[in-house]
Structure formats: C-alpha cells, structure tokens
C-alpha cells in the first residue's frame, strides 16, 4: 500500500492540495479549529484579496506568504 493510500485510510478528513502550491495538507474544513490554516489570522481585506486570485483550501504557509505580500501592497 503506498504512503499516500495508507493516509487517506487513517485520515477522516479529506486530502487535497493547496491551491496554490500544490502541497498535500488535510483539510478539516467541518473541524475549523483544528484545521493548519486556522493559525493564519486574517483580516477581511486580506481574505477578499486572497479570494480574488484564489477559490480552494491552502496550506498556511501559502496564507502566510499571502498576508505578507498583501501588507505590502496595501502600505503602498
């Protein structure tokens, strides 16, 4: 049984790939709180900015690196 297989049997959230990068992460979208990309803190402007480019899960390194372009921007 390979890796990928073996995970999604144990796991009891969905595998998908973050929409930008294509990294496996788990989602837990009915589970907010747990989910990796609850740790990203943003604000309206940032998730309307994120959403205009964007319609999937992503990893919260994505999200992180897209706040911090996004700050930029907008202190421009």
């Known amino acids: 049984m390979n ?12 595998i998908i ?3 930008r990068c294509g990294k496996r992460i788990e989602c837990k979208a009915n589970a907010y709180t747990k989910c990796q990309c ?3 803190q943003l604000t309206i ?3 309307q900015y994120i959403s205009e480019n964007y319609e999937g899960c992503m990893c919260a390194g994505c999200l992180l ?3 911090v ?8």
Do not use: F, P, W
């Open 65 to 67: 690196e897209l706040q």
């Open 38 to 40: 609850s740790v990203v």
């Open 45 to 47: 402007n940032e998730v």
């Open 17 to 19: 790939s973050c929409d």
């Open 69 to 76: 372009e996004y700050r930029g921007i907008a202190v421009m």
């Open 3 to 14: 890796h990928e297989l073996s995970a999604m049997i144990h796991t009891k959230h969905e």
